[in-house]
C-alpha cells in the first residue's frame, strides 16, 4: 500500500485465516428489520460518517478525517457534523487501489485520443480536472434458481413460389411444443449501491476480479474516502433479481432451441441467496467542455475507462455525407 502523497510503502495486512465469505440473505433482512422495530441497535465499530451538503453522499471513513473536499461533488465537507455510524449493514471486503493516479491520468489521456467524432480541441487539449479516488460501495449476490418453462420452438423453412412473372422465396415457420425444467446458478451479480454515482458508467467497469477482494481492514482505506450505501440490501437485490431474470429468460430460450422461441410460462425459485458488501476502488472525475459538464471513471483496479465526452456535429455530418457519396459511387458503377 502506497501513500499518493508522500510515496510511503508498507506491506498491507494479511490473514491467512480470514476471507470475504458470502453471508446468508434472509438471516440479514431479518437482522434489519429487528432494528428497524427498535429491538435491537448496534454501532459499526471504528465506523464514522460525515454528510455531504453538496451531493448528500454520506461519506465513511476510519480514524482521522483526510480530506475536507467530498470525492463525489467537491463541494467543502464540514468536520464538525462527523457522526458515528449507526445500523449499518458491515463492510465484508474491500479491493485495494491498483492504479495510481498517475496510471489514470495516462489511461484517461489514451481514452480521449481514440474517441471518434471528437471535437478537435478536445482531443488536443484532453481533459482538464483533479481525479478524485474513492471507493464505492457494491452489492454482489449469489443464488441458485430452479425454472420450469413451457413454450414452442420454432424452425424456419423456405418455400418458393411465383408471383406473377417472377420467382419469390419467402420464409415461414414450423412450430413445436417445448417444456423443460433446468437449473440456473448465479455468481457475484454487482449492484452499485449508491444513488447519487453515475450508475450506468460504473456498470460499465465491469468485470471486477472479486476473487481477488481482501477482508475489510481500516487500514486498507488510509487516504482515501468510501461513500456508504443508500441502496438499501433488499432494493439492492430486486435489482440483481432483474439481471439474474434476463440471464433465465436467455437460458430458456437456449434450452427450447429452434430458430426462434415462445415463452408461454416460466417459473422460477430462488433458493441459497447470499449477498456480500464490497468496497471497489475508482477514479472519479468531472470536467467541463463548453457549457457542459461530463463525468469519467476509472476502474482503479484494471484500468478500465468510462466516460461522457462531447460530440463534434461538423465530423459526424462529414462522415455521414462521406458514407453517401460512397453508397452513391457504388450504386452508380453497378448500373454501368
Known amino acids: 500500500m502506497k501513500c499518493p502523497y508522500c510515496a510511503f510503502v508498507t506491506a ?30 448496534t454501532t459499526v465499530e471504528g465506523l464514522s460518517e460525515v454528510r455531504c451538503d453538496g451531493c448528500g453522499a454520506n461519506v465513511a471513513f476510519h ?95 423456405y418455400v418458393t413460389r411465383r408471383v406473377g412473372n417472377n420467382t419469390v422465396t419467402e420464409r ?74 434476463a440471464g433465465i429468460d436467455a437460458e430458456t430460450r437456449r434450452q427450447i432451441g429452434g430458430d426462434d422461441q415462445r415463452v408461454h410460462s416460466l417459473q422460477s425459485v430462488y433458493d441459497a441467496i447470499t449477498y456480500k458488501h464490497l468496497l471497489l476502488p475508482v477514479w472519479l472525475l468531472s470536467y467541463k467542455y463548453g457549457d457542459t459538464t461530463y463525468r469519467v471513471v476509472v476502474n482503479a483496479v484494471t484500468g478500465e475507462v468510462q466516460g461522457t465526452r462531447p460530440w463534434s456535429a461538423w465530423k459526424i455530418t462529414g462522415f455521414v455525407l462521406l458514407c453517401l457519396a460512397v453508397l452513391g459511387a457504388i450504386v452508380l458503377l453497378a448500373n454501368k
Not at 66 to 95: E, L, M
Not at 214 to 226: H, I, K, S
Request: hydrophobic share 35%; charged share 30%.
Open 172 to 245: 415461414r415457420t414450423r412450430w413445436y411444443p417445448a417444456a423443460g425444467t433446468f437449473d440456473l446458478p448465479f455468481d457475484d451479480v454487482l449492484v452499485v449501491a449508491a444513488k447519487n454515482l453515475p450508475t450506468e458508467l460504473l456498470d460499465k467497469l465491469e468485470p471486477w476480479p472479486l476473487k481477488k477482494c481482501a477482508p475489510f481492514d481500516p487500514q486498507l482505506m488510509a487516504g482515501f474516502l468510501a461513500q456508504t450505501y443508500d441502496v438499501e440490501l433488499p432494493d439492492g437485490f430486486r435489482d440483481a433479481k432483474g439481471r439474474m431474470d
Open 12 to 41: 498491507l495486512p494479511k490473514d491467512p485465516d480470514r476471507r470475504v465469505d458470502e453471508q446468508d440473505y434472509e438471516d440479514r433482512i431479518r437482522w434489519l428489520a429487528s432494528i428497524r422495530s427498535g429491538s435491537t441497535k
Open 63 to 157: 480514524g482521522t478525517l483526510t480530506s475536507t473536499d467530498c470525492a463525489f461533488c467537491g463541494a467543502p465537507v464540514q468536520r464538525d457534523k462527523v457522526h458515528d455510524a449507526t445500523d449499518r449493514v458491515p463492510v465484508d471486503g474491500v479491493f485495494p487501489f491498483q492504479v495510481e493516479q498517475s496510471r489514470a491520468k495516462q489511461v484517461l489521456r489514451e481514452w480521449v485520443a481514440s474517441r471518434w467524432f471528437a471535437p478537435g480541441e478536445f482531443t488536443r487539449r484532453g481533459v482538464d480536472g483533479r481525479f478524485a479516488g474513492v471507493y464505492v460501495p457494491y452489492w454482489t449476490f449469489d443464488a441458485f434458481t430452479v425454472n420450469r418453462y413451457t413454450g414452442e420452438r420454432g424452425e424456419h423453412y
